[in-house]
Each structure stands twice: as structure tokens, then as C-alpha cells.
């Protein structure tokens, strides 16, 4: 790994992901209308690393409102029954466990009846799984939004950095207590408080400062991947992943961002170029950067770590496990496709390419019709058989496998705005219209085309929120033992 900081690395957090219907599931649970209390218990999968921990809402399980003892506007009392079969499929397939109840008068803090009853819960819960990885309490407000800490085995309790839902919009859940309530907390360092002035006056200071919070991963840099990191770093994201296993080459001069000649005759890592061009703006952002193949367990679960990702590959099976850790991890992701086609002439025929948004309720790039069942099979082969897939070509089983398709650093600079630009639209809503699942726009048609909707896939679906599930990703290529 390659890595800068003009920053402090960020601290040891623990944060929640869940999707936007499961919200909606929790929250017409917990307000049925009656303004008493109401709980339920979120079984969830894990991602990041001990000390940055991811909890993946999997499973929604409401408590029945007859099942509890007691249900008053400020108290309930309910049976821990349901627990015992959470928690032996919890220690099987090394899940976490979130109580959530709502306050229906919107009080921000945990009462002292809800400290005691998190004192006696948790360490049970702790004992039956045997693991120090942590547990979270929830309160849930009539608004939505979250009160959340992480209870640890000996009932104390610490804050939750974040409560995320991930949907059509990017939404911020969590709530400070009502102790925190106007105060300011500085958050950025002078040098990036000036750098995001226009940036705050286009989107204001709630989504600025929610950037300088955010961790992206930028997978791809290259072409289109280095235009992407150079706008998300003037953007003033707070800490970016960077992850490509090419080096510069003279023949890609024309397109990657900052590069030069040196680093084409010193092969130097393309991540290493953008590293150094994040570095020398001065603003303070963070930057992880590993000269590997996203498909990797390691990078994997590296990117389970982020708050959102961008992917800028070629490969269709890089594709399509991005889409995969956008289901199993429950992260925002935006494709970028880009496709210039010669005309044998020495001009191009054809110029197209698309920002994708992807989340765990929308239908895959395969069920838009980005690429084919058959086109990720043979994206497979040659990645795992190369001679075999070599053969494949002979025989014409596989077609179009050496295209022509020249990249202009122009087009790429387009698509990549696009990109970033759909990720800002799902974190501020600054579209007339609720955004659509991404956009293709062909240049030499001056066509712009919306993707239609859908369900998402069935088979990815009860993957949601599995985190490091076994095979990672529900791949067997990924089965191998993973490192941190």
C-alpha cells in the first residue's frame, strides 16, 4: 500500500448502514400511531476491521406489540424469548445485534430506565457469542433520524459515529444528544475551511461538511478514474481509496490526470500519481492508496470501510463485484462507463458512456442491461484461464474481445463530472425531479437516456446487509482467508 496524509488518520469509529425500506420497516414498527414505545432487534452483518467497524442491517426483526409487558409513552418491557434463535444464527455467522425502541416524544437521550436495560441485555449478549466486536442501542425519533451508541460487554456505553440510509438519497440518520444541541464542533482543519468556500456556497455547509466526513473509494484510476479523484479532492472529500494495479505507460499520457513522462518511464503506479496530486493541493485529505486488483478479499473488505465508492474499470467482472459489495455491504455506488468505438478510418464512429447509481434496492448493472450474463462468464474465464480463454477466441465462442476503443482525456473528463455530480445529487437535493438510477449520454448523438426502473435482483436482495459473509461476496473466488 501507497498512502499520504496531511491529516490525523481518522479515529477508531464504529458505524450503522441500513437500507431505505428497512428504515421504513423499523420505523412504521416503532410509531404505530398510539404513542407508546415500541421495539425491535436488527440483525446485522459486519464489515471494516476491529477499531473501524461496519454494521450492515440484514434482517429486520420487530418485537409484536403484544409480546410486550409493558408499553407506556416513556417505557416498554418486552420478552427476550425471540432472542435465542438470533442469537444462534448471530454466533453462526458472526452477525451483531441492534436494539432499537423510539422515543415517541422525541426525547434525544437515553433515559436511565434505558441505560438499565441495556446493562442487563448486552452482556448477555456478549456471553452467548463470544466476541468483543460491538452491539448497538438505538433510539429512533418521530422524525427517523437516530440516537445510537455501541454497548460493550461490561455496559458502558460509547458514541456511534454514524446511521446511515442508503436508497435513492444518501441520508444521515444520527442525532447528537440534546446536551450537543448548537454546539459547534470543528471538524476541518483552516486549510480546507478555505478551500470548500465555493463548494458551500453551492451545496451549503450540511453537505460540504458531511464531504469533508466522508471516506470514498475511487476503484480505477485511470482515464476517467484520475478526473473523478481530481474532482472529489477539489470537492473536499475527507478521505479517499484509491485502488488500481496499473502502472503509466507513454500511451496513456494523453488522459491520466497529473501524469508525466517520468512516471511513464519510471512505470510508476497510477495511484502513486494521484497520492502525489491529492498531496500537493494542500488541503488536508487523507489518501489510501494500493497498487491491487479490486478482486481481492483484502480489497474488499477494505472497501467495506468506505461511506461510498466510484468505480472506473474496464473489466466487467470488476463490475459487476462492485455492484455485489454495494449489496452485501450496503454502500452508495456509481459506475462509469465510457465507450468511444473507431471507425477504422482514424476517426471515432461512436462516442457513449453513463454514470450508474447502484444501491442494494435497485436493479443491478446486469439487470439494465450494462453487460450479459455471458459477457461476465467470459470476463471470468479470462481472468481465472487465460489460455482457456485465449482458445475461446480462436474458436469465435467469444466475440469483439480486442475492439478498438481510443480514450480522449476530454470525454473522460465528461463522464467523470457526471459521475460525481450523480453521487452529489443523492446527497443534496439540488435536481427538480427525484433522480433517476443513473444516466447514458451519447455525445455523438446529443442523446441523453434515463435507464428504466425495476425490481431489484431476488438473488441479491437476501444478500443485503450479509457483510463478510462465506464465500465473500457469495463468490468462491473470494473464499480464501481474508486480511485486514
Known amino acids: 500500500m501507497i498512502a499520504t496524509s496531511n491529516r490525523e488518520s481518522l479515529r477508531s469509529r464504529v458505524r450503522l448502514r441500513m437500507t431505505e425500506a428497512q428504515h421504513a420497516t423499523v420505523y412504521q414498527h416503532l410509531f ?3 404513542g407508546y414505545e415500541a421495539v425491535a432487534v436488527l440483525v446485522c452483518g459486519r464489515g471494516g476491521t476491529p477499531g473501524d467497524e461496519v454494521l ?5 426483526v420487530p418485537i409484536p406489540h403484544d409480546e410486550c409487558a409493558e408499553r407506556t409513552p416513556v417505557r416498554v418491557t418486552w ?15 458472526a452477525q451483531a445485534l441492534v436494539k432499537v ?3 415517541p416524544g422525541g426525547w434525544l437521550d437515553f433515559s436511565e430506565w434505558d441505560d438499565s436495560s441495556d446493562r442487563a441485555l448486552f452482556p448477555s449478549i456478549y456471553g452467548w457469542l463470544d466476541s468483543n466486536r460491538p452491539h448497538l442501542s438505538l433510539i429512533m425519533m418521530p422524525t427517523g433520524l437516530i440516537r445510537a451508541r455501541a454497548v460493550s460487554a461490561d455496559g458502558t456505553f460509547s458514541e456511534v459515529e454514524s446511521v446511515a440510509a442508503i436508497g435513492t438519497a444518501i441520508r444521515e440518520l444520527i442525532v447528537a444528544p ?18 470548500t468556500v465555493r463548494t458551500r456556497q453551492a451545496f451549503g455547509d450540511g ?7 466522508m471516506s470514498i473509494g475511487v476503484v480505477g484510476c485511470s482515464g476517467t478514474g484520475s478526473w473523478v479523484v481530481e474532482l472529489l479532492a477539489r470537492l473536499g472529500v475527507g478521505q479517499l481509496t484509491l485502488v488500481d494495479p496499473d502502472r503509466v505507460e507513454h500511451l496513456n499520457l494523453n488522459r491520466i490526470v497529473h501524469a508525466t513522462t517520468a512516471d511513464a518511464e519510471t512505470s510508476r503506479p497510477k495511484v502513486e500519481v494521484m497520492t502525489r496530486a491529492v498531496a500537493s493541493m494542500g488541503t488536508g485529505i487523507h489518501v489510501d492508496a494500493y497498487v491491487e486488483d479490486v478482486i481481492t478479499p483484502r480489497m474488499v473488505r477494505r472497501l467495506s470501510r ?9 473489466s466487467i467482472d470488476a463490475r459487476d463485484v462492485l455492484g455485489r459489495i454495494s449489496t452485501y455491504y450496503i454502500l452508495p455506488y456509481v459506475d462509469v462507463g465510457v465507450r468511444l468505438v473507431a471507425d477504422g478510418h482514424g476517426g471515432i464512429s461512436h462516442v457513449v458512456g453513463s454514470a450508474q447509481y447502484v444501491h442494494p434496492n435497485s436493479p443491478s448493472l446486469l439487470d439494465r442491461g450494462l453487460y450479459t450474463a455471458k459477457q461476465l462468464a467470459d470476463a471470468g474465464l479470462r481472468r481465472s484461464d487465460p489460455a482457456a480463454y485465449a482458445e475461446q477466441v480462436k474458436a469465435k465462442y467469444i466475440s469483439n474481445a480486442d475492439e478498438d476503443r481510443p480514450a480522449v482525456a476530454s470525454v473522460n473528463a465528461f463522464y467523470a463530472s457526471l459521475a460525481v455530480n450523480e453521487l452529489l445529487a443523492r446527497l443534496h437535493s439540488f435536481r427538480d425531479d427525484e433522480p433517476a438510477l443513473g444516466v447514458t449520454i451519447s455525445l455523438s448523438q446529443l442523446r441523453i437516456i434515463l435507464p428504466d426502473g425495476g425490481p431489484p435482483s431476488p438473488g441479491l436482495v437476501k444478500r443485503t446487509g450479509r457483510g463478510d459473509a462465506s464465500p465473500l461476496l457469495g463468490l468462491p473466488a473470494l473464499s480464501e482467508s481474508i486480511s485486514s
Not at 482543519?189 to 478551500?195: P, V
Not at 468506505?306 to 474496464?314: E, F, K, L, R, T
Open 101 to 103: 425502541h423510539s422515543h
Open 207 to 213: 453537505t460540504t461538511d458531511r464531504l469533508g466526513r
Open 56 to 60: 450492515l442491517v440484514h434482517t429486520v
Open 306 to 314: 468506505c461511506d461510498a465508492i466510484i468505480g472506473c474499470v474496464d
Open 178 to 195: 440534546s446536551s450537543a444541541v448548537g454546539v459547534v464542533h470543528d471538524a476541518h482543519d483552516h486549510r480546507a475551511e478555505r478551500h
Open 32 to 34: 404505530p400511531g398510539d
Open 79 to 93: 420478552s427476550t424469548d425471540r432472542l435465542r434463535r438470533l442469537l444462534e444464527g448471530a454466533a453462526k455467522h
